[in-house]
């Protein structure tokens, strides 16, 4: 009998569950594109200052993660000098990981491409 109570008390609790149609966390991510607000880490592009944070590039990038995470420089490091890629194409990479998209037109596609497939972004 007691155990009939708690299967019921269980299947009354997953009942109750409801998913927001958006995730807080991705809103919240999103929010913190290209602001200093917690920011931990800058990367320099064409001499201009980007604020990121580390556990969303990890989070959400491989080429990021495995560089944190490898024991160079910039695991310690507070900034990252980008040569290969212009200051738009790294904003561009950087709107996909924190807010999921970014605007692509014929101008800036083929680029877009090469830092996508550079940092291993599937967004």
Known sequence: MIRNVVTYYVKEKRERIEVPESNTCDKEASELFNNENFSDFTLIVDGKRIPVHKVILRG??????????????????????????????????????????CDINPNNAVELLEIANFYKLVS
Request: hydrophobic share 35%; proline share 0%.
């Open 60 to 101: 959400r990038c491989e080429h990021f993660s495995h560089m944190f995470d490898s024991g160079m420089q910039e695991t310690t490091s507070k900034e990252l000098i980008i040569e290969d890629f212009s200051y738009e194409q790294v904003l561009a990479a950087l709107e996909v990981i924190y807010k999921g998209s």
